[in-house]
Nanobody, 118 residues
Framework: QVQLVESGGGLVQAGGSLRLSCAASGSIFSIKAMGWYRQAPGKQRELVAAIFNDDSIMYGDSVAGRFTISRDNAKNTVYLQMNSLKPEDTGVYYC??????WGQGRYWGQGTQVTVSS
């Protein structure tokens, strides 16, 4: 079991920045990938960013060049630095971790709200 606790969401104006944190605890030795999805009202959940054990990184098309994912292994924490925020970035951001292959047995955090005002 892996427990994920997110923090850092909030309200920001367009063009501003936020940093999300996701702290993992439990069976963290089994984690193969961690990252973030988001879900806007009435839309499907979409991938924002992921970081893998080999340090490779993947971004969703809509955030590439504006968002940066990183991790602190000593703190078992993954961060999402979000710059140049747009109103369309508004949604609930969910941290995830994969103990196996991509998407298999995935764990989710409780979600944190990000609201970008125009």
């Amino acid at each position: 079991q892996v427990q994920l606790v997110e923090s850092g969401g909030g309200l920001v104006q367009a063009g501003g920045s936020l940093r999300l944190s996701c702290a993992a605890s439990g069976s963290i030795f089994s984690i193969k990938a961690m990252g973030w999805y988001r879900q806007a009202p009435g839309k499907q959940r979409e991938l924002v960013a992921a970081i893998f054990n080999d340090d490779s990184i993947m971004y969703g098309d809509s955030v590439a060049g504006r968002f940066t994912i990183s991790r602190d292994n000593a703190k078992n924490t993954v961060y999402l630095q979000m710059n140049s925020l747009k109103p369309e970035d508004t949604g609930v951001y969910y941290c995830f971790s994969d103990p196996n292959r991509w998407g298999q047995g995935r764990y989710w955090g409780q979600g944190t709200q990000v609201t970008v005002s125009s």
